[in-house]
């Protein structure tokens, strides 16, 4: 677990032709192989040209002591207790407001719901602190795991490790960035094979559709509906996702399915470990999911959306905290369920597998502790990792710092190797 693999994989634009198509990528480090194309830049979907621009920025409505809820604030541990109503009743800081044109919205129903109930900024630019604060808050979700998921973000993402400001959704360098001429775009959460990848649960591919991989896709929703059948738990949801590979599979030929495609199962076990309401006796229904997803369905059987991805009324959050360990299980139990080869698809019409940490030859193989795949999860943020055919995602130092200073602690007691910072 502990040593790490770098990808055997085909090198240069022959093998792998999308890269040398896109925007920024220096054609003389194709051969390399560490390509890092910035796939926001230019005017396309999720650039910084048509991103949504709020001149009238205002912070997340904070927890008061008349609505504590988990009393998370500033980036530091809540109480860790759940079961309480979300909205609190008589919190009028914390109803539901629709975002407006100038606000941003990503990939993620759970953060959009947030934003739109202003746990988070209600405009889509957030920081490192809002973002440990609404998981504690709003879903319960575990110190450690707020801390890894936010770190991830602003790491993996680029976002701004000076302001930790991030985009929920688009390229808003302007409004993220110590300075734009230094730190280069900063593509928010919209950035592909980072937080966003092949196979959403309910957003397009990249590359087949034109580098919208965030808008709403009611078609994704009713196929994820139509296998779960109103029960978004584990063994239908491994189904969908194991559909969902094998669709991107053949219809994408610049598909990718790597390292970072763990956070997907990791994302879609929120549909059954963070959104279920006690007021429902914690089942992972439909009426729920389609309320954080703003899914409505019409006449003919379609579903559409509403721009309304809210929490549910009358909805209490799980009562003991999601943590690391608890989302590495599920991420493992998931996978387990229906296997898939980690790798992308070449221009010969082959896959190549991969080999990262615990992954080995393309698979996770059974018998892998938690332990372990919880160091996987760490890896992502602390190593070179394979972001795309030929392209690596290197930490910088400043990263590996910010890293240490928020992330490593929680994971020292599990034998993760923590990364060296000087």
């Known amino acids: 677990?502990?040593?790490?693999?770098?990808?055997?994989?085909?090198?240069?634009?022959?093998?792998?032709?999308?890269?040398?198509?896109?925007?920024?990528?220096?054609?003389?480090?194709?051969?390399?192989?560490?390509?890092?194309?910035?796939?926001?830049?230019?005017?396309?979907?999720?650039?910084?040209?048509?991103?949504?621009?709020?001149?009238?920025?205002?912070?997340?409505?904070?927890?008061?002591?008349?609505?504590?809820?988990?009393?998370?604030?500033?980036?530091?541990?809540?109480?860790?207790?759940?079961?309480?109503?979300?909205?609190?009743?008589?919190?009028?800081?914390?109803?539901?407001?629709?975002?407006?044109?100038?606000?941003?919205?990503?990939?993620?129903?759970?953060?959009?719901?947030?934003?739109?109930?202003?746990?988070?900024?209600?405009?889509?630019?957030?920081?490192?602190?809002?973002?440990?604060d609404a998981q504690q808050n709003v879903y319960n979700v575990g110190y450690d795991l707020a801390t890894l998921l936010a770190a991830l973000g602003l790491t993996l993402t680029d976002g701004d490790l000076v302001t930790e400001k991030l985009s929920i959704g688009c390229d808003a360098t302007s409004r993220t960035s110590i300075s734009p001429a230094l730190t280069g775009s900063e593509p928010g959460l919209d950035g592909h094979n980072k937080f966003e990848a092949d196979t959403s649960l309910t957003r397009n591919d990249f590359f087949t559709h034109g580098g919208d991989d965030f808008t709403f896709n009611g078609t994704l929703f009713g196929m994820m509906q139509n296998t779960c059948q109103g029960n978004f738990d584990l063994q239908n949801l491994a189904t969908y996702r194991k559909a969902r590979y094998e669709q991107s599979l053949a219809e994408n030929s610049n598909f990718y399915f790597g390292p970072l495609s763990l956070l997907l199962y990791g994302a879609a076990s929120f549909l059954y470990e963070l959104m279920?309401?006690?007021?429902?006796?914690?089942?992972?229904?439909?009426?729920?999911?389609?309320?954080?997803?703003?899914?409505?369905?019409?006449?003919?059987?379609?579903?559409?959306?509403?721009?309304?991805?809210?929490?549910?009324?009358?909805?209490?959050?799980?009562?003991?905290?999601?943590?690391?360990?608890?989302?590495?299980?599920?991420?493992?139990?998931?996978?387990?369920?229906?296997?898939?080869?980690?790798?992308?698809?070449?221009?010969?019409?082959?896959?190549?597998?991969?080999?990262?940490?615990?992954?080995?030859?393309?698979?996770?193989?059974?018998?892998?502790?938690?332990?372990?795949?919880?160091?996987?999860?760490?890896?992502?943020?602390?190593?070179?990792?394979?972001?795309?055919?030929?392209?690596?995602l290197t930490p910088t130092v400043d990263a590996l710092a910010f890293i240490a200073t928020k992330v490593s602690p929680s994971f020292a007691n599990l034998g993760c190797p923590l990364p060296l910072t000087k």
């Open 1 to 132: 677990m502990k040593q790490f693999v770098l990808p055997l994989l085909a090198s240069g634009a022959a093998a792998f032709p999308f890269v040398a198509n896109q925007a920024g990528v220096d054609l003389s480090l194709l051969n390399a192989g560490r390509v890092r194309p910035r796939q926001q830049s230019g005017e396309g979907a999720g650039s910084a040209a048509t991103c949504p621009f709020n001149p009238n920025h205002v912070a997340a409505a904070p927890v008061t002591a008349a609505y504590p809820y988990n009393n998370a604030k500033n980036g530091v541990p809540g109480n860790g207790k759940g079961g309480y109503y979300v909205p609190a009743t008589g919190d009028t800081a914390h109803q539901f407001v629709a975002p407006g044109p100038n606000d941003i919205r990503g990939p993620c129903p759970g953060l959009n719901a947030a934003a739109n109930h202003n746990f988070l900024a209600h405009d889509g630019i957030t920081t490192f602190d809002e973002l440990v």
């Open 276 to 392: 279920p309401s006690g007021t429902h006796n914690y089942a992972p229904d439909l009426p729920t999911i389609s309320s954080f997803f703003g899914a409505h369905q019409q006449s003919d059987g379609t579903w559409t959306f509403g721009n309304d991805e809210k929490i549910p009324a009358n909805w209490t959050n799980r009562v003991a905290p999601y943590t690391n360990t608890d989302v590495t299980e599920q991420i493992l139990l998931m996978y387990l369920l229906d296997p898939v080869l980690f790798g992308g698809n070449t221009a010969s019409g082959s896959f190549d597998a991969i080999s990262f940490g615990a992954i080995k030859n393309g698979t996770i193989p059974n018998g892998i502790d938690a332990a372990d795949t919880s160091c996987l999860l760490y890896q992502l943020a602390t190593q070179s990792v394979p972001s795309d055919a030929n392209g690596i």
